[in-house]
């Protein structure tokens, strides 16, 4: 089963910038959906971005205009470009990926934190 990295978290002052990546142990160009989801302690996991295999993307209100998710299935990698960070983006950012359209979640990761400090 491939299994994903999270890495690129940090501590980051508001406003500022940070770029998460994903990387898959194996091929990701047949997963239908790749996502990332963020989770703060006590709650669940948070949906914040998703890419299809086809380039169509969605976003959390929250993030939109802000984040952007990209993917290059050649070095199977998916990316989170996270600009203008707020301090309610402190989380720890985890990615995931559905095989088909409404297929199950892959085992979660150890994701990477973010804070961001005001």
């Known amino acids: 089963q491939v299994q994903l990295v999270e890495s690129g978290g940090g501590l980051v002052q508001a406003g500022g910038s940070l770029r998460l990546s994903c990387a898959a142990s194996g091929s990701i160009s047949s997963f239908h959906t790749m996502i990332w989801y963020r989770r703060t302690p006590g709650k669940q996991h948070e949906f914040v971005a998703d890419?299809?295999?086809?380039?169509?993307?969605n976003y959390a209100v929250s993030v939109k205009g802000r984040f952007t998710i990209s993917i290059d299935n050649a070095r199977n990698t998916v990316f989170l470009q996270m600009n203008s960070l707020k301090p309610e983006d402190t989380a720890k950012y985890y990615c995931?990926?559905?095989?088909?359209?409404?297929?199950?979640?892959?085992?979660w990761g150890q994701g990477t934190q973010v804070t961001v400090s005001s």
């Open positions: 995931n990926a559905r095989q088909r359209i409404y297929g199950p979640l892959l085992p």
């Open positions: 890419i299809t295999g086809d380039g169509l993307t």
